[in-house]
Nanobody, 122 residues
Framework: QVQLVESGGGLVQAGGSLRLSCAAS????????MAWFRQAPGKEREVVAV???????YYANYVKGRFTISRDNARSTTYLQMNSLKPEDTAVYYC????????????????WGPGTQVTVSA
């Protein structure tokens, strides 16, 4: 059973930074693709960034240049460094894992964490 737990969310002013972490257990982390999604109130869940087990990285246009995804296989942890935060980045951020998919659609990802709230004030 794969378990994912996010941490690092909180309240920050516009222009500030946060670093999210996703600790994984119950699987061979180094062989799993990892992703960050987010969901704002009243909106659908959307991809933020994806990092494949082989190193492939994808960013959504709305975070490109501001957010950085990374992974530490020795610690079974995925990170999302978020800089230059905007009020529109406010959402619950979810970590996801899958052994095969690299797609940006949330429906294709098998394992999910419970999420961490990020609130950016103007």
């Amino acid at each position: 059973q794969v378990q994912l737990v996010e941490s690092g969310g909180g309240l920050v002013q516009a222009g500030g930074s946060l670093r999210l972490s996703c600790a994984a257990s119950g699987h061979t982390f180094s062989r799993y693709n990892m992703a960050w999604f987010r969901q704002a109130p009243g909106k659908e869940r959307e991809v933020v960034a994806v990092i494949g087990w082989a190193g492939t990285i994808y960013y959504a246009n709305y975070v490109k240049g501001r957010f950085t995804i990374s992974r530490d296989n020795a610690r079974s942890t995925t990170y999302l460094q978020m800089n230059s935060l905007k009020p529109e980045d406010t959402a619950v951020y979810y970590c996801a894992a899958d052994s095969s998919t690299l797609t940006t659609g949330p429906g294709a990802w098998e394992y999910w964490g419970p999420g961490t709230q990020v609130t950016v004030s103007a």
